[in-house]
């Protein structure tokens, strides 16, 4: 039983404007695991969405390998405020939590995990991270459909402070201006050289089957070893017992044989 040997250690750094970035290393007392890093979505948490992330850190443990979940600056327990943040600023982050999970815990093979927006933020980063691999749940694939389902609240105008409110969060318009000029699921065919899992629901109101299959499309093409999966009846957040269930244990056995378990 690999339990008594797990560790659960907060997890802290800092982005290069000074700003703490937390989060929480689960990890496993043996040499050259393979580690995996969280990447929450738009408005999310290290947690994940419904403790997602939690629960797979946790069965990644217990299959002898390691985890960090933490918070993009301005969300969760990092600092920073929310209404700074952008796909610069994340990718900025996401390199230097990659750069000192390496540096301090040495893993045999780094696995980037995004999920919707934090999809995005992975791939395009995984081929300059050098990511060994990338799952990707309900990823981000067309930036700009951000930007039209957000119309509602830009036709409502910012507020007294100048920014625009989505539910309890300010959001600038450099965020959206960011949003601009990429194609995520292009630039992860370019150059990275590592292996993909994607795991999307049919039943997701946020991104569509064919919005996420375009990673999948582009990789083949690109001949990226990748895995597929479409859950029946999945919303964006996996919120069902059984879709929780079926995301873990394929994130667990896909991780295991990505590193030779």
């Known amino acids: 039983m690999i339990g008594r ?38 408005t999310g948490h290290r947690l994940g ?28 327990e990092s600092e920073g405020v929310f209404n700074e943040m952008n796909t610069v600023t994340m990718m900025e982050d996401l390199a230097t939590v990659t750069a000192v999970v390496r540096e301090r815990f040495a893993p045999g093979k780094t696995v980037l995990c995004g999920h919707s927006f934090g999809g995005m933020i992975a791939a395009r980063k995984a081929a300059a991270l050098q990511a060994d691999g990338l799952i990707l749940l309900a990823p981000v694939s067309d930036p700009q459909g951000i ?20 539910g309890p969060h300010e959001m600038s318009l450099t965020f959206l201006d960011c ?12 150059s990275y050289s590592g292996r993909l899992l994607l795991l999307q629901g049919d039943s997701d ?13 582009s990789a083949e093409q690109a001949s990226i070893l990748c895995t597929y ?9 996996f919120s069902r017992v059984a ?19």
């Not at 800092?14 to 969280?38: I, K, Y």
């Not at 999966?229 to 957040?237: E, F, K, R």
């Open 5 to 42: 040997d797990i560790r659960f250690m907060p997890f802290e750094c800092t982005a290069g404007d000074g700003l703490a970035l937390r989060g929480v290393f689960h990890g496993v007392e043996r040499e050259n695991a393979p580690c995996v890093l969280f990447c929450h979505g738009f």
């Open 49 to 76: 969405p419904g403790y997602l992330f939690v629960k797979c850190s946790r069965a990644l443990a217990d299959a002898g390998i390691s985890s960090v979940r933490f918070d993009f600056r301005g969300s969760g």
């Open 147 to 166: 930007v039209r389902r957000r119309k509602d609240l830009l036709e409502a105008g910012p507020n007294s402070t100048g920014y625009y409110e989505n």
């Open 179 to 190: 949003l601009r000029g990429f194609d995520p699921a292009a630039e992860l065919a370019v």
């Open 205 to 217: 109101p946020s991104i569509s089957v064919d919005e996420s299959y375009r990673y999948i499309r």
């Open 229 to 237: 999966h479409v859950l029946s009846g999945a919303d964006h957040n």
């Open 243 to 261: 879709d929780v269930r079926t995301v873990v244990t394929t994130i667990v056995s896909w991780t295991k044989e990505l590193s030779g378990e």
